[in-house]
């Protein structure tokens, strides 16, 4: 949805947000340097550009399972549809 402005995806309202949603701040927590940043910034580890936007993480990875979390395929690479998967 679309309002002001902004784009309304309904999994992060009034401070709380979705399962999703919080793996994917975490990940741009971590490669934006405010978790781990020596890791990160070190080993040159990103985001496609177009998962910056929260839409296009949820439209490639879809609602995260229950008990699963986001994790990269090969390690050295930047977070991105063809590297990352739901994983235990």
């Not at 990103?46 to 990269?72: I, Q």
Request: hydrophobic share 35%; net charge positive; aromatic share 12%.
């Amino acid at each position: 949805m679309y309002r002001g402005g902004v784009v309304q995806h309904g999994h992060s309202i009034g401070g709380k947000m979705s399962p999703t949603y919080r793996v994917w701040a975490g990940m741009m927590k971590r490669v934006r340097g405010q978790r781990s940043p020596e890791y990160y910034a070190s080993k040159g580890i990103g985001v496609v550009p177009e998962w910056r936007k929260f839409s296009a993480f949820l439209v490639d990875m879809g609602e995260r399972p229950p008990g699963l979390t986001l994790e990269r395929v090969d390690r050295t690479a930047d977070y991105g549809p063809e590297n990352c998967v739901w994983a235990t």
